[in-house]
């Protein structure tokens, strides 16, 4: 029977140990390659042509990188967050898109937390609008706020919330759109410039504002209402506009002929008044040719108006034969 000593153990292992490192050594070149390769790996980073990178050392900011190929310490020590500062984002209140592209497609689910609002008249709209932002201050926007995208739902809704608010339903549903768009913008800036965000607001836009779907077919039955009363009202200014001018216009010939009238009477006596004048200052120089002159005068105004003339010797005290001078040659 053969017994195994403890200086034939330790001999036997040591031989393994020796074989061991045989087989190991040749594969620890390619171990540490493969460490320092995942090694330099995390210590090169690129940033694309519309990011930037937000460097931070043990969780604390240190420097931003512009776009190419950079250098930093390993991954438990430093850590890269690339943010995209050109890329323009969008926030949807109201509906979702599920599906964007040539035929876009929505949710068929309702945000009625969201959409549902109350006008400053008391009526309740159904408001669905578009936020569009982009980032421009990349340290700003990570380390500022908490949660920059809720940040900017809740500023959003709550201003718009407030703006329908303003307005009668009427306003919002028609002229105010536009006003209201750019005062949200506005208004949304101001609010995020507070909270240093380093959020910039592209634009505002509602997208579609109606009344809600259990109250629509009243709401279209009071515009059809409102438009046939604005169609009567301008039907009747147009007859307005019509009859007024033509009446005014009538009114101010009138007047016109009556003083044309009164300055041709006025005329025409002060001109027979300076006649009469000249006339009397004639008689008065020569009394008996100027009334010859006038009766003369008077004849030839009067007689070739008469159709009969008939001529009596004012000296003869019996009628003379009457003499027929239209037949004799005489008018």
Do not use: C
Not at 13 to 40: D, R, T, V, W, Y
Not at 49 to 78: A, C, N
Not at 154 to 173: A, K
């Amino acid at each position: 029977m053969d017994f195994t000593t403890p200086e034939d153990l330790l001999g036997k292992g040591k031989q393994e140990l020796k074989n061991l490192k045989k087989s190991i050594l040749p594969m620890l070149p390619i171990a540490i390659g493969l460490i320092l390769l995942i090694f330099l790996k995390g210590m090169i980073y690129s940033v694309g042509p519309e990011e930037v990178g937000v460097v931070q050392r043990f969780g604390k900011y240190i420097s931003t990188t512009l776009p190419g190929l950079h250098f930093k310490l390993p991954t438990m020590i430093d850590k890269v967050r690339k943010i995209k500062i050109k890329r323009v984002y969008k926030e949807e209140f109201g509906f979702r898109t599920t599906q964007s592209g040539i035929k876009t497609q929505y949710s068929r689910q309702r945000f009625n937390d969201e959409s549902l609002m109350l006008t400053g008249d008391l009526n309740i709209l159904d408001v669905r609008w578009v936020v569009q932002y982009r980032i421009n201050d990349p340290v700003k926007f990570m380390f500022a706020i908490r949660n920059p995208r809720n940040a900017i739902r809740d500023v959003s809704e709550v201003i718009i919330r407030r703006l329908t608010g303003d307005y009668p339903v009427d306003d919002v549903l028609t002229t105010k759109r536009e006003e209201i768009n750019l005062t949200a913008q506005i208004e949304m800036q101001k609010l995020l410039d507070i909270y240093s965000s380093g959020i910039q607001i592209v634009t505002v836009k509602l997208m579609d504002v109606n009344p809600p779907k259990e109250v629509k077919a009243a709401f279209n039955e009071v515009n059809e209402a409102k438009q046939e009363k604005e169609r009567l009202i301008n039907q009747s200014w147009e007859a307005y506009n019509k009859a007024v001018p033509r009446a005014k216009g009538e009114a101010e010939k009138t007047i016109r002929e009556a003083e044309g009238y009164l300055l041709d009477k006025v005329n025409r006596a002060q001109g027979d008044a300076q006649r009469f004048t000249a006339l009397l200052e004639e008689y008065k120089k020569a009394p008996w040719i100027t009334k010859k002159r006038l009766y003369l005068e008077t004849m030839m105004q009067v007689l070739p108006k008469a159709k009969e003339k008939y001529i009596i010797d004012s000296e003869q005290s019996s009628l003379l034969p009457l003499f027929n001078i239209r037949k004799e040659g005489g008018e």
